[in-house]
T-cell receptor, first 113, second 110 residues
Framework: SAVISQKPSRDICQRGTSLTIQCQVD?????MFWYRQQPGQSLTLIAT?????????ESGFVIDKFPISRPNLTFSTLTVSNMSPEDSSIYLC??????????FGPGTRLTVL | QQPVQSPQAVILREGEDAVINCSSS?????VHWYRQKHGEAPVFLMI?????EQKGHEKISASFNEKKQQSSLYLTASQLSYSGTYFC???????????FGAGTTVTVRA
């Protein structure tokens, strides 16, 4: 099974600032996913991060707000830009395929004041 | 499209059984089940694939009815550690992405 780490584990940020979340996997993976989980809610896919190409964003999420980098097969970053209190959520990265287990990182708890 | 989970919540006493259902309006390739405890990341429980293959937790069972586009997770002889929110995630036959249901909160009491 893949071991995934995320940094930071939590942060409290001011409105209008940006935060970059890092996701590191202990093995090479083709696809990495970024999810958002708002308080008491389910998991919503933000985007799929592909190595060597632009990330694929889901409806309602745009690159200007959530830029993603994927410089190699074990690492990705998600930036939450120009934050507002509505961005307060848990952000999770995950790896896996449709035919296999999808593993989640421990998550980054973001509070925007 | 998000799968529909039922019930929203269930309260059990230790040793009781429960069933959590997950249904989709689209043809499914696989169904994944996760459990999330408060303040923690979702933990993989089981994957059920079209064609009958299953991989996952030894003590938790599930079924996948491909024709009805439904899956059920069976919690048998529940333990206190079974408490948490259970999510089903579905892959449709034309999509590589997981869509998650709204979750079922399970509370097991002594």
């Amino acid at each position: 099974s893949a071991v995934i780490s995320q940094k930071p584990s939590r942060d409290i940020c001011q409105r209008g600032t940006s935060l970059t979340i890092q996701c590191q996997v202990d093995s090479q993976v083709t696809m990495m996913f970024w999810y958002r989980q708002q308080p008491g809610q389910s998991l919503t896919l933000i985007a799929t991060a592909n190595q060597g190409s632009e990330a694929t964003y889901e409806s309602g999420f745009v690159i200007d707000k959530f830029p993603i980098s994927r410089p190699n097969l074990t690492f990705s970053t998600l930036t939450v830009s120009n934050m507002s209190p509505e961005d307060s959520s848990i952000y999770l990265c995950s790896v896996g395929a449709a035919t296999d287990t999808q593993y989640f990182g421990p998550g980054t708890r973001l509070t925007v004041l | 499209q998000q799968p529909v989970q039922s019930p929203q919540a269930v309260i059990l006493r230790e040793g009781e059984d429960a069933v959590i259902n997950c249904s989709s309006s689209k043809a499914l390739y696989s169904v994944h089940w996760y459990r999330q405890k408060h303040g923690e990341a979702p933990v993989f429980l089981m994957i059920l694939l079209k064609g009958g293959e299953q991989k996952g937790h030894e003590k938790i069972s599930a079924s996948f009815n491909e024709k009805k586009q439904q899956s059920s997770l069976y919690l048998t002889a529940s333990q206190l550690s079974y408490s948490g929110t259970y999510f089903c995630g579905t892959h449709t036959t034309n999509d590589y992405k997981l869509s998650f249901g709204a979750g079922t909160t399970v509370t097991v009491r002594a």
